[in-house]
T-cell receptor, first 114, second 110 residues
Framework: DTAVSQTPKYLVTQMGNDKSIKCEQNLGHDTMYWYKQDSKKFLKIMFSYNNKELIINETVPNRFSPKSPDKAHLNLHINSLELGDSAVYFC?????????????FGPGTRLTVT | RKEVEQDPGPFNVPEGATVAFNCTYSNSASQSFFWYRQDCRKEPKLLMSVYSSGNEDGRFTAQLNRASQYISLLIRDSKLSDSATYLCVVIPTGGFKTIFGAGTRLFVKA
């Protein structure tokens, strides 16, 4: 069973479009995250959610809107896509609220904006 | 100064070699530390947690020096399969923010 899953794995779209990426974890974790890994391979946190509540928003443009319908899901919606949004987006989860900060990552979504 | 700094490498070593990676962090209030491994076009995977007392997992040894704000990872008897990027991770007080280093690339050659 996949612990953290993301869909789609690949996403190719044009500038100006709106797209969503979905994430689900079956680890029973209370905290979920979105990360962006750019072409230079630098991994940067975008958002952190704990029990469906936004905890961290790392100065991400408001074109990016995360939504957590429940503890096991954290989706990412991106409006008006730009060329600079091309990257790999990783979802992760942990039991941070209980002091267990080890994070487990999904396989990533490779977004290409043309 | 970056919050977490790593030597980017690449480190090119023969099989069987011992290799050490270092990482420094700027926030003295940081509370948790990890090493992750990332293979090409894959997700980061947890390698090990890092404690002040040092911890070992097979060929891997991690160490934390809070006074110097320094984390290390030692790999003994390198295998071809150890070739990957090694990421240092620091979690500041509060526990919800995560800071990744830029990674150190390791190539192990036969």
């Amino acid at each position: 069973d996949t612990a953290v899953s993301q869909t789609p794995k690949y996403l190719v779209t044009q500038m100006g479009n709106d797209k969503s990426i979905k994430c689900e974890q079956n680890l029973g974790h209370d905290t979920m995250y979105w990360y962006k890994q750019d072409s230079k391979k630098f991994l940067k946190i975008m958002f952190s959610y704990n029990n469906k509540e936004l905890i961290i928003n790392e100065t991400v443009p408001n074109r990016f809107s995360p939504k957590s319908p429940d503890k096991a899901h954290l989706n990412l919606h991106i409006n008006s896509l730009e060329l600079g949004d091309s990257a790999v987006y990783f979802c992760a989860s942990s039991q941070a609220h209980s002091g267990q900060y080890e994070q487990y990552f999904g396989p990533g979504t490779r977004l290409t904006v043309t | 100064r970056k919050e977490v700094e790593q030597d980017p490498g690449p480190f090119n070593v023969p099989e069987g070699a011992t290799v050490a990676f270092n990482c420094t962090y700027s926030n003295s209030a940081s509370q948790s530390f990890f090493w992750y491994r990332q293979d090409c076009r894959k997700e980061p995977k947890l390698l090990m947690s890092v404690y002040s007392s040092g911890n070992e997992d097979g060929r891997f040894t991690a160490q934390l020096n809070r006074a110097s704000q320094y984390i290390s990872l030692l790999i003994r008897d390198s295998k071809l399969s150890d070739s990957a990027t090694y990421l240092c991770v620091v979690i500041p007080t509060g526990g919800f923010k995560t800071i990744f280093g830029a990674g150190t690339r390791l190539f192990v050659k036969a």
